[in-house]
T-cell receptor, first 114, second 110 residues
C-alpha cells in the first residue's frame, strides 16, 4: 500500500526557470493538498484540489504558481520563472472521502533556486 | 480562518507522559481538531483527530475541552523518537484551507 509519492525529492533550478513538482496521492484518494515550508518555518497551505477541480487556492501566490490534478496522472504544482524566495520544501498531502479525514503527507520536494 | 495557538517548545523526560496544549477559541461547530507531527527533514505525520469526544489511538490520546476551545494531545510515555514539531490544526468539513501554525517543538531528554 504505497503512500503519497512526490518527485523529484530534490530539485535545483536557476532563477527564471520553471519548476514542476509531482504528487501521486494514496490509492483511492481524490483530495490533494499542497503546502510550502520555508526554512525554520511552519507549513503554509497553498491549494486544495479534487480530481480535475481546484477547490481552494487561497494560499497560492497570484502570479507564477499554478496547480492541477488531472483525471489521469499525478497532481502537478508548477512554478514559472522561479526566484530565490521560492526555495523551500513543498509537501503534498492526500485524503480520502472528505476533507475532514486525516491527511497523509508525502516526503516533500526540496526546491533550491540558485 | 480559525487559528490555533500552541507553546513554542516543551521538554519532557523519556518514558514520562507529555501533555501538549492547543488553544482554538474561534473554532466553529463543524471544525475537526487534527494533530500532526513532523520529524526533521520529513513530511508531517498524522497523529490523531477528533470533533467533540476524547479520542485514543495507538499513538496518543486527544482530550477535547467541553467548550471545544482547547485541546490537549497526550503522549502516554514519551520516547526519543517522539521528539518532533507537533501541529494542532482545525479542519472544516468542506476541507479547504487547513492552517498550520508554528507548532510546538517537543524535546525528549533521556
Amino acid at each position: 500500500n504505497a503512500g503519497v509519492m512526490q518527485n523529484p525529492r530534490h530539485l535545483v533550478r536557476r532563477r527564471g526557470q520553471e519548476a514542476r513538482l509531482r504528487c501521486s496521492p494514496m490509492k483511492g484518494h481524490s483530495h490533494v493538498y499542497w503546502y510550502r515550508q520555508l526554512p525554520e518555518e511552519g507549513l503554509k497551505f497553498m491549494v486544495y484540489l479534487q480530481k480535475e477541480n481546484i477547490i481552494d487556492e487561497s494560499g497560492m501566490p497570484k502570479e507564477r504558481f499554478s496547480a492541477e490534478f488531472p483525471k489521469e496522472g499525478p497532481s502537478i504544482l508548477r512554478i514559472q520563472q522561479v526566484v530565490r524566495g521560492d526555495s523551500a520544501a513543498y509537501f503534498c498531502a492526500s485524503s480520502g472521502l472528505a476533507g475532514y479525514n486525516e491527511q497523509f503527507f508525502g516526503p516533500g520536494t526540496r526546491l533550491t533556486v540558485l | 480562518d480559525a487559528k490555533t495557538t500552541q507553546p513554542n517548545s516543551m521538554e519532557s523526560n523519556e518514558e514520562e507522559p507529555v501533555h501538549l496544549p492547543c488553544n482554538h477559541s474561534t473554532i466553529s461547530g463543524t471544525d475537526y481538531i487534527h494533530w500532526y507531527r513532523q520529524l526533521p527533514s520529513q513530511g508531517p505525520e498524522y497523529v490523531i483527530h477528533g470533533l467533540t469526544s476524547n479520542v485514543n489511538n495507538r499513538m496518543a490520546s486527544l482530550a477535547i475541552a467541553e467548550d471545544r476551545k482547547s485541546s490537549t494531545l497526550i503522549l502516554h510515555r514519551a520516547t526519543l523518537r517522539d521528539a518532533a514539531v507537533y501541529y494542532c490544526i482545525l479542519v472544516g468539513t468542506n476541507a479547504g484551507k487547513s492552517t498550520f501554525g508554528d507548532g510546538t517543538t517537543l524535546t525528549v531528554k533521556p
